[in-house]
């Protein structure tokens, strides 16, 4: 049969957000696929160094609407190694829960995004039910229901309200129970086994050569967590182990990736538990941060969809001379064609749903 | 292997220079961009590094900088700064996408945003910005048609 291109986007159910697939198909069968990217691209790297390093962290928000607060956690640590602050230890719990909420708010967006993508609405409804919950509980501490920008470069903006660890209890002992009739309900229905088992299959040292990370990359077998390997605020005191999956026949596949994020959610509301009971009083800012930076610094961090990196240089003034941003997303999105190749057309929405895009980092 | 260690091996590598220590899993070292192929490849594979976590274009007026963060993929979370310097009228470089595939759009970007040539690169061609975009707008010396207020 002859073989012809297909665009899957800018404008397409499964893209969530605006890119493009161009796949190339031989009847139903991928023989190449082409992502291209840059529809939302708004140059954060360059606005950044017109603005002051404490400005940058509206901006840094805006990088995923997903998973604003580890995003400006990443560029507060980075800014923070380049001026020498560390922030408070209470500050530093502050922000270990902030963030496994958000990463739970996160997966939660991805659950909510990935069953519609299969053709199972109802889930869309639960994960985003369950996800405002988390958006509620953020919104305590921040005010910000999306874009927080709460995490500051020297601690977090404001402390915790009293009472607060009462109402994240009841929120993770409800999500608790109803990810439990989740996994019951989709690790046991066939349709949902059917489309995910042996999908979008790739081994763990591809994995790795293709620059892919975090939980996609956890899910073929690999304990690789930046949370541990390269420990930042106060997760070096807690007791956790990253969790792993492997797909039946060994690697990853759009089940394991699945399974993944589910367990990834139990472990994050067993950290936040961990950092609210172990909570130091104190002060939540630096003593003093400076304003302005010489020298260059980087720092990496566990995203809610792998590794994030930002390298900071600074010239000695109150902005950053560069500004480089690592997404995880954009990396795994280059090395989509490998394991696209040799699918069914129909089995796209699984795969890139599985690997959970956000293209406001992607294109940054 | 402690970083210390790791740095001092590696700056014997031909055109390796100002090894030092940033952290206590982080190294940083400085290579020729001559010399730069086969330290990379021994980077690879007798050092372990087999993750190319970011590749950033820095633009210092009279020249480009490249930085290349490499990870090893376990548990002590090992990294690696190297600094290429490339001459400002030739900003040329060998491509390390067949050493790591994940090189392969940190590379596109540079090339993009920065104007870096990276020889050897299967698909050098623009990834963010729309193909027929005229200069390398992260480039200090790129004229913006904007108003330039303080804020």
New interface residues.
Partial sequence: MAEMWIHMGPQHPMTHGLWNLRIKVNGETITDAVPE??YL?R?V??IGE???YF?NTTLTDRLCYASAMTWTHCYCLAAEELMGVVAPPRAQYIRTAVLELQRIASHLMWLGAYLPDLGLITGFLYGMRDREMFLNLLEIPSGGRLLYNYVKIGGVKRDLPPGFEAKAERVMQTLERRLKEYENLYDNSKIFRMRNDGVGVYSAS?A??????GPN?RSAG???D?R????YDAYPELDFEPVTNTAAGGGSDCFSRYRQRIDEMHQSMDLVRQALAKMPEGRVMADSVPLRASG?A?R?TEDSRG?A?M?L?GDGSDRP??W?I?SPM??TV??APHFLKGYKMADVPAIMGSLDMCIGET?? | METGQLVQQLVKHEGASDGSVLRSNVGRISITREASQSFFSTLKNDFGFDHCSLISAVDNQTAFELVYHFSIVDATGQMLEVHIDLPRDTPTVDSITHLWGGADWHEREAYDLMGIYFIGHPDLKRVLLPDGFAGHPLRKDYVYEIHEEEW
């Avoid at chain 1, 790795?208 to 990370?213: H, K, M, R, V």
């Fill in positions: 990217l840059g691209h140059s790297e360059k017109r603005r002051k400005m591809d790795i050569n293709w620059g892919i990370t990359l690999v304990p690789f930046l541990q390997a390269d420990s260059e980087f990496r590794e990196l390298y240089v001379y560069r480089k690592r954009f990396t280059s090395a294109d940054k």
